[in-house]
């Protein structure tokens, strides 16, 4: 009898191998006419989303969103993201299916200026929503059916940001 060995679940993404980079896009407001510029490098082993954000054209959005290659999360696990700021606040997006276009389940999040912080967010912590409102009767949110998630910047102040990340992790619960 063979031992059945089970795959162990990815449960990180950093930023120490140039191919990372391929799974991340940019989508800012230019879209529908806005005119916000962003950009993505990896600089330092961080990911690095920089650019300018403008309110012009009723634009104000910028992001990126890691859309190839998705992590096979556990369901109920917080997840812990390390970052590097500029004192803006910013959003935590992640998405259950494969469109550019959708819902999207938001938790925001507060930066503080040139300071590493960690943040955790569990399942409470995200909000469905669809074009900046609230979607009532989404379904549920499990980790394990997040397909795709990025950073948002929206916060209706115009002008550079930069925000950098060094890894986007799942917490295990030790036992």
Not at 132 to 151: I, K, S, Y
Not at 167 to 174: A, L, R
């Amino acid at each position: 009898m063979g031992m059945i060995v089970r795959a162990q679940p990815n449960l990180s993404i950093s930023f120490d191998k140039p191919e990372e980079l391929a799974n991340w896009v940019i989508i800012n407001d230019t879209v529908m006419g806005g005119r916000s510029e962003a950009k993505i490098r990896l600089e330092d082993n961080l990911l690095s989303f920089t650019g300018s954000l403008s309110l012009a054209n009723n634009g104000g959005f910028a992001s990126t969103r890691r859309a190839y290659s998705p992590v096979q999360w556990l369901p109920e696990n917080a997840l812990k993201v390390t970052i590097l700021g500029d004192g803006r606040s910013y959003q935590f997006r992640l998405r259950t299916n494969k469109n550019m276009d959708g819902v999207s389940y938001v938790a925001e999040f507060k930066t503080s200026a040139n300071e590493p912080q960690i943040l955790h967010f569990t399942l409470q912590d995200f909000t469905p929503q669809y074009r900046g409102r609230v979607v009532r009767g989404a379904p549920n949110l499990a980790f394990e059916d997040v397909v795709q998630l990025g950073f948002m910047l929206a916060d209706k102040r115009p002008g550079e940001f930069k925000l950098k990340v060094q890894s986007i992790t799942q917490v295990i619960n030790p036992s």
